[in-house]
């Protein structure tokens, strides 16, 4: 079966960072396109950055720059380094598997929280 | 990047049938998915390709398109089916993926 778990998240200073960790199982990662979309409170979804199978990334403007997506294909783990944290970044951060826009199997998020 | 309009609520009654507009320019040049999301949980894909459906997911749901507006229609609607509800899009002139604001819909 597939499996997204997400971890990582917790609360920061603005200015600070965080490294998301999304740890798959039932795919190769390295194989596959995953995304990670993001959910501020309330409010809708927001896609983040996306890594494909060959390893090109993309990113939404709106944190191009300050968020950098990565893998370890040893662990089958993708990661999603946030720098330059501020406050608009507080959301629930999910990882997703797409095909390779379409989001078929979705982690359950963790939580980060940029406050002083 | 191109904007998803969709109405913040839609109500229907129970066994009646539900349509979630999602509007855009984009929307007729670009494969259109839809996502459920119930409250705590994170969202499933319930229509991709506009108008396919996971295999897990039940025939009242359907998915169509319409000049610049996808529709996501629910038949026979149960209480099950509240929560909220997305389409989104890859915008190939942009390189992003869109998501719609979203609609709640709530059975009466």
């Known amino acids: 079966d597939v499996q997204l778990v997400e971890s990582g998240g917790g609360l920061i200073q603005p200015g600070g960072s965080l490294r998301l960790s999304c740890a798959a199982s039932g795919f190769i990662v390295r194989s596959n396109y995953v995304s990670w979309v993001r959910q501020a409170p309330g409010k809708g979804l927001e896609w983040v950055s996306i890594?494909?199978?060959?390893?090109?990334?993309k990113y939404a403007d709106s944190v191009k720059g300050r968020f950098t997506i990565s893998r370890d294909t040893s662990r089958n783990i993708v990661f999603l380094q946030l720098d330059n944290l501020r406050a608009v970044d507080t959301a629930v951060y999910f990882c997703?598997?797409?095909?390779?826009?379409?989001?078929?199997?979705w982690g359950q998020g963790t939580l980060v929280t940029v406050s002083s | 990047s191109d904007v998803l309009t969709q109405p913040p609520s839609v109500s229907v009654a129970p066994g009646q049938t539900a349509k979630i507009p999602c509007g855009g320019n984009i929307i007729g040049s670009e494969r259109v998915h839809w996502y459920q999301q119930k409250p705590g949980q994170a969202p499933a894909l319930v229509v991709y390709?506009?108008?396919e459906r996971p295999s897990r997911i039940p025939e009242r749901f359907s998915g169509s398109n319409s000049g610049n507006t996808a529709t996501l229609t629910i038949t026979r609607v149960e209480d099950g089916d509240e929560a909220d509800y997305y389409c989104?899009?890859?915008?190939?002139?942009?390189?992003?993926?869109?998501f719609g604001g979203g609609t709640k819909l709530t059975v009466l």
């Open positions: 997703a598997r797409g095909k390779p826009y379409d989001f078929w199997f």
């Open positions: 890594i494909y199978a060959g390893g090109n990334t």
């Open positions: 390709d506009n108008i």
């Open positions: 989104q899009v890859w915008d190939s002139t942009s390189d992003h993926v869109v």
